[in-house]
């Protein structure tokens, strides 16, 4: 009887171990896999110039004004673009030894912009990017950032996307991203169009499509050979970098993209 008693005992210990587990530790359930992830196809209608000291790592248009953050130390900067010249019409510097920017998003006349490995969060008033108005503490590495009508949604290099309450910067949920594959690490910019989010991959010429929901990758889009097609001569190997930058704006449906250091932004219509 006693024997009985312990392995239950022994039973229910396991069990409650397992139940306490984060949801990041338990496998994902193969009968929930989505099939191939489908490629969504595209046209390049429109070609812009791109500031090539801009080390991109957040755009976005917001009432017509593109707001563009860089990152790399002391060149760091939340500026607004002119996106038909690549003009800069407005640029705060607020990048030091220490602190590297990183994702923007535009969220009820606030600016929240994240910063890489130093835990801060800038927030700045949408009418004045000339110095932040209070900041929040981020407990892990800022890389993308964007918003739903309620959320902003923050990416941290990895494959969770966390979805977080403005007006504190607490986390209220998260979802794995993953494909038929398995998770997909190195999330970093994002964009919200249409309910979905879209994120580059770093370090990769492609773009998902998430449903943000579930973290299913319903759809990717392939950017090879960009550079050495569009600007093979502005291609700068060491300085040039990888794809990264999706802005869309809702009013005028303009879907664009650049590319870190790169000399051009391209304008894409899906087909």
Same mark, same amino acid.
């Given at each position: 009887m006693m024997i009985k008693k312990y392995t239950a005992l022994l039973a229910l210990v396991v069990l409650a171990a397992c139940n306490n587990k984060e949801d990041d530790d338990k496998p994902i359930?193969?009968?929930?896999?989505?099939?191939?992830?489908?490629?969504?196809?595209?046209?390049?209608?429109?070609?812009?110039?791109?500031?090539?000291?801009?080390?991109?790592?957040?755009?976005?248009?917001?009432?017509?004004?593109?707001?563009?953050a860089t990152g790399d130390y002391e060149t760091s900067s939340l500026r607004i673009t002119d996106y038909k010249t690549g003009?800069?019409?407005?640029?705060?510097? @607020?990048?030091?030894?220490?602190?590297?920017?990183? $994702?923007?998003? %535009?969220? &009820?006349?606030?600016?929240?912009?994240?910063?890489?490995?130093?835990?801060?969060?800038?927030?700045?008033?949408?009418?004045?990017?000339d110095k932040p108005m209070s900041t929040f503490t981020w407990p892990y590495e800022g890389w993308g950032l964007t918003h739903n009508a309620t959320d902003l949604i923050v990416s941290d290099g990895t494959s969770k996307l966390y979805f977080v309450d403005p007006d504190n910067f607490r986390v209220k949920n998260t979802v794995r991203v993953y494909d038929n594959s398995g998770p997909v690490d190195s999330i970093n910019e994002l964009e919200y169009i249409d309910g979905f989010v879209?994120?580059?991959?770093?370090?990769?010429? @492609?773009?998902?499509?998430?449903?943000?929901?579930? $973290?299913?990758? %319903?759809? &990717?889009?392939?950017?090879?050979g960009m550079k050495e097609k569009f600007f093979p001569t502005q291609n700068i190997p060491g300085r040039t970098d990888v794809l990264n930058g999706i802005a869309y704006d809702s009013t005028t449906k303009k879907f664009l993209i650049t590319g870190k250091r790169w000399p051009k932004m391209f304008e894409l219509k899906f087909n």
């Amino acid at each position: 009887m006693m024997i009985k008693k312990y392995t239950a005992l022994l039973a229910l210990v396991v069990l409650a171990a397992c139940n306490n587990k984060e949801d990041d530790d338990k496998p994902i359930d193969p009968g929930i896999v989505p099939a191939k992830t489908p490629v969504i196809p595209y046209t390049i209608v429109a070609e812009y110039p791109h500031d090539t000291s801009a080390y991109t790592q957040g755009l976005e248009f917001h009432d017509g004004k593109l707001y563009e953050a860089t990152g790399d130390y002391e060149t760091s900067s939340l500026r607004i673009t002119d996106y038909k010249t690549g003009k800069v019409l407005k640029k705060h510097i @607020m990048g030091t030894n220490a602190i590297f920017g990183e $994702g923007i998003t %535009v969220f &009820k006349n606030k600016i929240y912009q994240l910063t890489w490995e130093s835990n801060i969060v800038y927030v700045y008033n949408v009418n004045n990017i000339d110095k932040p108005m209070s900041t929040f503490t981020w407990p892990y590495e800022g890389w993308g950032l964007t918003h739903n009508a309620t959320d902003l949604i923050v990416s941290d290099g990895t494959s969770k996307l966390y979805f977080v309450d403005p007006d504190n910067f607490r986390v209220k949920n998260t979802v794995r991203v993953y494909d038929n594959s398995g998770p997909v690490d190195s999330i970093n910019e994002l964009e919200y169009i249409d309910g979905f989010v879209y994120a580059n991959v770093y370090l990769t010429y @492609m773009i998902i499509k998430i449903d943000p929901e579930s $973290g299913h990758i %319903v759809g &990717k889009m392939q950017f090879p050979g960009m550079k050495e097609k569009f600007f093979p001569t502005q291609n700068i190997p060491g300085r040039t970098d990888v794809l990264n930058g999706i802005a869309y704006d809702s009013t005028t449906k303009k879907f664009l993209i650049t590319g870190k250091r790169w000399p051009k932004m391209f304008e894409l219509k899906f087909n």
